[in-house]
């Protein structure tokens, strides 16, 4: 089945200690994204990736690195969380750097910072 | 700089009543336009999509959509509602600089409730 994978679904953590949410996608598809939505502010990009080794900022990418070492994989890192941090997280992939075949998007990663 | 408003934060239906969503957008160029929908707990899926062609688009579970360049609207609408179209939609759009897509902008949602 196509699909992009996020691990964990669920993860509380403290405040500095450093964390890492998975990504993966099975789909061979070029273009992979991050997001984060909060209540009233919808989903805000964080990083994106047009390929490997090929990342960019988005929206609102401070406080998180990301890397695209692999085509499937694109983890999201966060170096020192801070409760501001606390979100839900969406992974997304698309075939190429276009927009033709539409974003799929994971299940979702709700993180909180204590 | 590309952005998406959503007027509506909450919508609430009778079931078997028509719906309409309304989502506004700001682009230069002719956008890339989508709507997704959230069901509590789960993902994005994508209803449908417009890039070109024909201003109506058809969707999946019953959704259409038309784009307006003159109103710089792309509202969702549905016939007739079913408990199970309650949830969060959201309107995106989307911009190609030439080298390739740098993301969907999203707007911040409309809830929608069905009440029976």
């Known amino acids: 089945e196509a699909q992009v994978t996020q691990n964990p679904r669920y993860l509380i953590t403290v405040t500095g200690k450093k964390l890492t949410v998975t990504c993966s996608q099975n789909m061979n598809h070029e273009y992979m994204s991050w997001y984060r939505q909060d209540p009233g502010l919808g989903l805000r990009q964080i990083y994106y990736s047009m390929n490997v080794e090929v990342t960019d900022k988005g929206d609102v990418p401070e406080g998180y690195k990301v890397s695209r070492k692999e085509k499937r994989n694109f983890p999201l890192i966060l170096e020192s969380p801070s409760p501001n941090q606390t979100s839900l997280y969406f992974c997304?992939?698309?075939?190429?750097?276009?927009f033709g075949s539409g974003y799929t998007f994971g299940s979702g990663t709700r993180l909180t910072v204590v | 700089a590309q952005s998406v408003t959503q007027p509506d934060i909450h919508i609430t239906v009778s079931e078997g009543a028509s719906l309409e969503l309304r989502c506004n957008y700001s682009y230069g160029a002719t956008p890339y336009l989508f709507w997704y929908v959230q069901s509590p707990g789960q993902g994005l899926q994508l209803l449908l999509k417009?890039?070109?062609?024909?201003?109506l688009v058809q969707g999946i579970k019953g959704f259409e959509a038309e784009f307006k360049r003159s109103q710089s609207s792309f509202n969702l609408r549905k016939p007739s509602v079913h408990w199970s179209d309650a949830a969060e939609y959201f309107c995106a759009v989307g911009e190609d600089s030439g080298g390739g897509a740098d993301g969907l902008t999203f707007g911040k949602g409309t809830h929608l409730i069905i009440q029976p």
């Open positions: 417009y890039f070109s062609g024909d201003t």
């Open positions: 997304a992939s698309s075939l190429s750097g276009g």
